[in-house]
């Protein structure tokens, strides 16, 4: 009971309540709540400060360097057994070709030759051999047995190599120019030139070019088999003997070619026609003046055998329209016929068919070329008059004919 609005113990009415709990109160068993004040920067805040650390980390030197890129190493190379063998052929090729330009090694001295220093270091005299430096053909006297007995000849071995050597040019049908070449008479009315000058179309037609006979056509007499490099690649064209002021002189042929001695060509390279005007009047019909033969010297660097046929190896300048020409010692005697070149990276060399070769096949077709023999002894001065001109003691007065062999 409450009197005056006072409960029974005395505490206002307004506080107490059904079941004796203070009205609006808490329960006696709970914790006191509490209430945080609100901050909404503080996230914010922290990510900044994140943000800065980071920042300030990558200002370091040296945090932001790229690695270098890593390069993989190279997988072990095994050559095939077919490359292997690849290279030694190559490495073979290249001592062989070192082999032949050491050959080739001139050294001239005043009192002989020297070999290169070394313990095989000796000196060689020359023998059976022309004199180093040799004279300027065109002041080179011919000997008598560099010529037929029977048609002397007083000039220089470049007199003799103007008359004996001619320009071959075949033509079609139509006689337009086909292709030219080089030959060299061997006996009156009779030129020796390569089968590969003369070969082509059964239309065709060949022009012997020279001092001695003009333009003429020439019949082809014989041919080799073929003209493959290396094999007999003969032909021997006739022609009409010339009998002017100057007619032809046969060219005799040498012995065999040995190394170191002196050679010249003569031929009417390709690249010499073509800014030759005397050339370009020819082809126009105009037979003003005819060209001549293009000169070239060297040294034999080696002598081989070939398929067939021996070869002679010399540095003595030829080029296409050379094939067909003679290549002479220092006396006008014929040590082969110029055919083919052969052109590498590292280097080129020039061949020759051997002129025992070429002396078999003109044998085999009833021609007679004189073999001089003796070592070349060329004289210097004036020539002699034709008169004067002997035939060398110890050379027959005709040429031995060798039997005719296979080819």
């Not at 914790?31 to 909404?40: D, E, G, K, L, Y």
């Amino acid at each position: 009971m409450s009197v005056n609005g006072e409960g029974t113990n005395g505490e206002p009415a307004d506080r107490q309540g059904q079941g004796g709990a203070p009205s609006g109160g808490r329960a006696p068993d709970q914790p006191p709540v509490v209430v945080m004040p609100h901050r909404p920067w503080v996230a914010p805040a922290i990510a900044c400060l994140v943000a800065a650390i980071v920042l300030l980390f990558l200002l370091i030197p040296g945090v932001l360097r790229y690695p270098a890129a890593l390069t993989p190493e190279p997988a072990a190379f095994t050559p095939s057994p077919s490359a292997q063998a690849e290279t030694n052929r190559a490495l073979e090729e290249r001592i062989a070709s070192l082999r032949r330009l050491a050959d080739a090694r001139v050294c001239v001295a005043p009192d002989g030759y020297h070999l290169p220093d070394g313990p095989a270091a000796a000196e060689v005299q020359p023998q059976d051999r022309a004199a180093l430096p040799a004279l300027p053909p065109d002041q080179t006297r011919v000997p008598p047995q560099s010529v037929p007995e029977n048609r002397p000849f007083a000039g220089s071995l470049l007199d003799l190599l103007d008359q004996a050597t001619v320009l071959v040019l075949q033509t079609n049908a139509a006689g337009e120019v086909q292709g030219s070449g080089t030959g060299f008479f061997v006996a009156p009315g009779r030129v020796l030139t390569n089968r590969h000058v003369t070969a082509g179309d059964a239309g065709r037609k060949i022009h012997v070019v020279s001092r001695a006979t003009g333009v003429a056509t020439a019949q082809i007499l014989a041919e080799s088999a073929d003209g493959e490099p290396g094999s007999p690649d003969f032909a021997l064209l006739g022609v009409p003997d010339g009998t002017g002021a100057n007619p032809p002189v046969p060219l005799s042929f040498a012995p065999p070619a040995e190394r170191l001695v002196n050679v010249i060509t003569a031929g009417y390279p390709g690249m010499v026609l073509d800014t030759d005007e005397r050339f370009q009047q020819l082809l126009r019909g105009e037979q003003t003046e005819l060209p001549t033969a293009a000169v070239t010297e060297g040294v034999v660097t080696a002598v081989q055998s070939g398929a067939g046929a021996g070869m002679v190896l010399h540095t003595a300048q030829i080029t296409p329209g050379n094939s067909g020409g003679p290549l002479v010692d220092r006396c006008g005697r014929v040590l082969g016929i110029n055919t083919f070149i052969q052109a590498r990276e590292e280097g080129r060399m020039n061949y020759a068919l051997a002129a025992a070769d070429a002396s078999r096949f003109l044998a085999a077709n009833n021609v007679t070329v004189r073999d001089a023999t003796g070592a070349c002894t060329p004289s210097s001065g004036t020539p002699a008059p034709a008169s004067a001109a002997t035939p060398a003691t110890g050379a027959p007065g005709a040429g031995r004919p060798a039997a005719p062999q296979p080819e």
